[in-house]
């Protein structure tokens, strides 16, 4: 490289310039070398794919540069031998963590880093929209990414990670722009409810692949779970299965902190709910949690037992109806039968709440766990 | 950056030195820069040759000085992989799912047909389902598609291929009457919809601007058939699917009556039907006077002639790779007293996507003849055996009438001749002349060749 000027130049330069010029050289090299991921155990680079045309719950061989990339090879995957058990752990099953992100929230992401599963079996999935939020959050996500997969010890990096950018028409898709009071206006249940499903319809199908055990759906909002989540979830062996979501706030009153319900979408039916519902168009949609719908469902979120009280069981079950997806596990197998979350009025319910009829016309169960809590931001 | 140790004492000394700094300075930038362009054209070199460009995240900085290392993150905008009308100029990856099971006697000709495919292999991913499946099925395909992915030609490449094997415990026999019996329908529509929905969620990848679901018992498709449906733009594109028949049968025949158009009757009766109960065509115990696409087809149309459909068939679907993003897919349940293939063109349009078919653009399914077929057959022949029986001992008949009509005829001649021997006897008789002996010769000569001579007029 430019030997023959660079010498004759050299020979006269003086020991500063040399060393400067040496020390820019070797440092533009050591930021070439670091740039890319360091190396991984021979264990996981094992399990990786040949090919980046592969399955993107698994990781891929870079190819070496120059070398020409051979064609994929022909790959069989054994779906009788992906197993979905109350033992998780045992049997080393993939877990999916999916996550539509609007905005990026620190609490979340640490709260996801410390998740005691082996992080060697997680694959974590994003889809985010292509709005000004959304790109600052891809942005922010991307670096502590990058953070955690380059820098950190092996055991805190993650099997793969997928970030996906939403193809829907950003003035169409109300989550990202709008409040808190806002989003949850009635008048803009429908559309919002609807672009989210696709959007985790989205995020599904493009990211499952062949060797998922579990699905865990987690919202960018919530902030706190117990670090045995996964396993927590996994043991109860169900199918669809959802913790209570409650929010932290100062209580005014009190002057102390508290927490309240967060997520109302996690209910039993009702004969009242079944009536409005048979009386509706068939494009109507029945939502819970608003003055205008008095559906007299019973809510997990009321079913929640104080700290102490008589009888209190963490693990106590309730079959469910409607679900929400602020936090909710379920089996690969649920969703590869079919059941998605409707973005049309389906039993004139949408989204995670379709999703639990969905699920329920294929013959799976939902519950829920009212006494296991997690924490969603209060903004 | 550079040193700033030195000030100008006189104008000279001032200029030399600057002048050699900035040499050093030069030299430097050179070096900075030919190491720049080497990692550059570098990186450039290896994105262009392969597929790493989709999956840029600027940590693609591969290092030679290792055997290989781990990519774990991808990014992906899903607005890239919308799908247009000429998506083989936009490198728009297809992926084709094929459902088989107990299938390896078509397979060859799958094969060759895949093989002939004029879309760009590169950008085609396939994946198959092997489900519950007796023969070699599996075996046969992981070798013919490894035979593909080693082919010296690279233009025979395939992208990722996948090889599912999942079994459903699926009970319904595979024969073409236990197929198609009514009674056996609905439950092996939504088996079958489940292996779909398996095969889908396996396969689908970010990267994906269309899926194409092939039937492995197509006998004669066009190999342009990926760009000529892509050519149309829409969400979900079905051609018609017609099937050959034998003579005794008509020649061909509509095949696939699972697309079609709502009709009101139709929609009357799903409000009469239960909850789960699944409404499927071409059957009697369902009139539902629907429009069928393959009805209308006329062999000498116009092959872009689209017409809008409710539900489709699923010998081959081509549908943009958002349809199933959105979450569309073939219902395993009674979804509008619709299940599979059918639901899933239902599903669509509850979304509002376009779901079309195109009458006058045919494909052809395998003639397998069904048992009935094998009986009519078999009683067909049995009628055309028992017909040239018949045909046979008719003439028999009419030769033996004919012959013995033929020795009527010559007795009587004889009969004739030997009366007009008589009465020529009794003349000569009456005539009574020279000797007897010379007499009679003459009478026997003159019968034998009368005889003689209306024989050979008669043949």
């Not at chain 1, 991984?40 to 719950?57: E, G, I, N, V």
């Not at chain 1, 009190?254 to 709910?273: G, L």
């Not at chain 1, 979120?301 to 102490?308: M, P, Q, S, T, V």
């Not at chain 2, 030299?27 to 550059?40: D, G, K, N, R, T």
């Amino acid at each position: 490289m430019a030997r023959p000027l660079g010498a004759v130049r050299l020979r006269k330069a003086n020991s500063v310039t040399l060393t400067v010029g040496v020390a820019l050289v070797l440092f533009i090299l050591f930021f070439l070398m670091s740039s890319s991921t360091p190396d991984f155990s021979p264990a996981r680079k094992a399990a990786a794919a040949l090919h980046p045309l592969s399955p993107p719950t698994s990781p891929f061989r870079k190819s070496a540069a120059g070398t020409k990339l051979k064609p994929p090879p022909v790959t069989r995957y054994n779906l009788n031998n992906v197993t979905t058990t109350s033992r998780p752990l045992e049997n080393r099953e993939n877990i999916l963590i999916l996550t539509p992100m609007a905005r990026f929230n620190q609490a979340y992401w640490d709260n996801l880093l410390r998740l005691s599963y082996p992080h060697e079996l997680i694959t974590l999935g994003f889809i985010l929209p292509r709005t000004k939020e959304g790109n600052l959050a891809t942005r922010e996500l991307q670096t502590r990414i990058a953070k955690t997969q380059t820098q950190s010890p092996e055991r805190d990096r993650f099997k793969s990670i997928i970030i996906l950018r939403e193809d829907l028409d950003p003035s169409l898709y109300p989550l990202a722009t709008q409040d808190e009071h806002e989003r949850h206006k009635l008048a803009n249940q429908k559309a919002r409810r609807s672009a989210m499903a696709k959007a985790r319809n989205s995020l599904l199908f493009s990211t499952l692949g062949p060797s998922t055990s579990w699905v865990l759906w987690l919202d960018a909002d919530v902030v706190e779970t117990p670090p045995t989540l996964i396993q927590d979830l996994a043991q109860h062996d169900k199918p669809i299965i959802t913790p209570n979501c409650f929010q932290r706030y100062y209580n005014s009153k009190t002057k102390t902190m508290d927490e309240r319900p967060y997520d109302f979408n996690n209910w039993i039916d009702s004969d009242t709910a079944r009536e409005l519902a048979s009386k509706m168009g068939p494009e109507e949609v029945l939502f819970e949690g608003y003055a205008e719908m008095a559906t007299l469902r019973t809510l997990m979120a009321y079913l929640a037992k104080e700290d102490g009280e008589e009888g209190r069981d963490l693990h106590e079950e309730v079959p469910l109806d409607g679900v929400g997806g602020a936090a909710l596990m379920v089996k690969a197998d649920v969703h590869r039968d079919g059941a998605m979350f409707p973005a049309f009025p389906f039993y004139h319910l949408i989204e995670t709440e379709g999703f639990a009829r969905m699920a329920k016309r294929l013959g799976w169960e939902a519950v829920g766990l009212p006494n296991y809590k997690v924490y969603h931001y209060n903004e | 950056m550079s040193p700033h140790g030195y000030m100008p004492r006189n104008p000279a000394a001032s200029y030399r030195r600057r002048s050699q700094s900035l040499m050093r300075l030069a030299a430097v930038a050179a070096i900075i820069l030919l190491i720049l362009l080497y990692s550059f054209t570098r990186g450039r070199s290896s994105s262009s040759s392969s597929a790493v460009s989709i999956f840029s995240l600027g940590l693609l900085g591969a290092s030679p000085h290792h055997d290989f290392q781990l990519e774990t993150v991808r990014y992906y905008d899903l607005s890239n992989v919308q799908g247009t009308a000429r998506g083989w100029e936009r490198e728009e990856r297809i992926l084709m799912c094929v459902p088989l099971r107990d299938a390896e006697i078509h397979l060859p000709m799958f094969f060759s047909h895949l093989r002939n495919l004029t879309y760009p292999h590169r950008l085609l991913d396939v994946a198959f389902l092997v489900s519950d499946s007796k023969d070699d099925t599996s075996g046969f395909v992981t070798r013919a598609m490894e035979e593909i992915q080693n082919d010296p030609d690279e233009r025979m490449h395939f992208g990722e291929v996948s090889i599912i094997e999942k079994d459903f415990g699926q009970t319904v026999n595979q024969d073409f009457v236990s197929r198609h019996g009514f009674a056996a329908q609905a439950g092996r529509r939504k088996l079958m919809a489940r292996a779909r929905n398996w095969l889908l969620s396996a396969a689908l990848r970010p990267y994906h601007s269309w899926v194409y679901w092939r039937d492995v018992d197509v006998e004669t498709a066009p190999f342009t058939i990926l760009e000529d449906l892509m050519r149309h733009n829409k969400d979900i594109i079905v051609p018609n699917v017609w099937r050959p028949l034998p003579d005794w049968l008509g020649g061909e025949q509509p095949y696939d009556l699972n697309s079609w158009q709502e009709s009101e009757t139709a929609l009357a009766l799903a409000e009469t039907l239960d909850e789960d109960a699944v409404i499927v065509e071409g059957y009697a115990e369902y009139a539902t006077y629907r429009p069928h696409l393959a009805y209308l087809r006329d062999p000498s149309g116009d092959p872009d002639v689209e017409m809008e459909l409710d539900g489709v068939g699923g010998v081959s679907i081509l549908a943009k790779a958002k349809v199933f993003r959105y979450g569309v897919h073939f219902p395993a349940f009674s979804f509008e007293r619709h299940a599979e293939t059918e639901g899933f063109g239902k599903m669509a349009r509850r979304m509002n996507l376009s779901v079309v078919g195109l009458p006058h653009y045919t494909i052809w399914h395998l003639y397998e003849p069904s048992v009935d077929d094998i009986k009519h057959m078999e009683q067909m022949k049995r009628e055309q055996l028992a017909q040239e029986q018949a045909e046979k001992e008719r003439a028999e008949k009419a030769r033996k009438l004919k012959e013995n009509f033929g020795d009527t005829t010559s007795q009587w001649e004889r009969d004739k001749a030997n009366l007009q021997n008589i009465a020529a006897q009794a003349k000569q008789d009456a005539a009574a002349a020279a000797g007897a002996a010379e007499r009679d010769a003459q009478g026997v000569e003159k019968v034998m060749a009368d005889s003689g001579g209306k024989k050979e007029a008669k043949t």
